[in-house]
Antibody
Framework: QVQLVQSGAEVEKPGASVKLSCEAS????????FHWVRQAPGQSLEWMGW????????RYSQKLLGRLTITTDTAATTVFMELTSLTSADTAVYYC?????????????WGQGTLVTVSS | DIQMTQSPSSLSASVGDRVTITCRAS??????LNWYRQKPGKAPTVLIY???NLQSGVPPRFSGSGSGTDFTLTIANLQPEDFAIYFC?????????FGQGTKVEIK
């Protein structure tokens, strides 16, 4: 079955970086694009960026441009998200999500989420 | 960026009720609108895509309608697992943006 399994919770200090992973299984990895979406405590969802696992093409939110990098390891069917220069505003649950095939962008499978806490 | 506004922010209902949630876009997004349900402590799951298409495996008590700027999600015969937060998401243009959420609580 389709699964996205994310790495565990992280606690980081302001100014540090964090790199999360999302291991995919149950489908052909390179046929899909993967997005990262975050959710601050008690807040809505914020789209961060995406990567095409087939050709490595990426797009990032303007808000996070320069701090966010999304990569893949195709052999390991894993997507990575690295966010640098962390502040308390980056404290959130981070989700990886698979973009459904087709002409409309929606997310048909999600990881379980990874809590990132930024605190001194 | 396209702003998505949901109403109400929260509502109380009983098992078996019919519930309607509204989502309004800040510009015309045709039918590029998706709906998700997020149960407490869990990741969201898609219910409806392209305004009115039921995602595979989602019960038919969920339905969506609308186009342009105004959209609705209707839940008929509310079930215990439907007490959750619902989000709309526009898929018209990046950055993909979500509504602020509607919390459906038990009356």
């Amino acid at each position: 079955q389709v699964q996205l399994v994310q790495s565990g919770a992280e606690v980081e200090k302001p100014g540090a970086s964090v790199k999360l992973s999302c291991e995919a299984s149950g489908f052909t990895f390179t046929n899909y694009a993967f997005h990262w979406v975050r959710q601050a405590p008690g807040q809505s969802l914020e789209w961060m960026g995406w990567i095409s696992a087939g050709d490595g093409d990426t797009r990032y939110s303007q808000k996070l441009l320069g701090r966010l990098t999304i990569t893949t390891d195709t052999a390991a069917t894993t997507v990575f998200m690295e966010l640098t220069s962390l502040t308390s505003a980056d404290t959130a649950v981070y989700y990886c999500a698979r973009r459904a095939r087709g002409h409309i962008t929606y997310f048909d499978s999600w990881g379980q989420g990874t809590l990132v806490t930024v605190s001194s | 960026d396209i702003q998505m506004t949901q109403s109400p922010s929260s509502l109380s209902a009983s098992v078996g009720d019919r519930v309607t949630i509204t989502c309004r876009a800040s510009q015309n997004i045709a039918k590029y609108l998706n709906w998700y349900r997020q149960k407490p402590g869990k990741a969201p799951t898609v219910l409806i895509y392209s305004a009115s298409n039921l995602q595979s495996g989602v019960p038919p008590r969920f339905s969506g309608s609308g186009s342009g700027t105004d959209f609705t999600l209707t839940i008929a015969n509310l079930q215990p697992e439907d007490f959750a937060i619902y989000f709309c998401q526009q898929a018209y243009s990046g950055p993909w943006t979500f509504g602020q959420g509607t919390k459906v609580e038990i009356k």
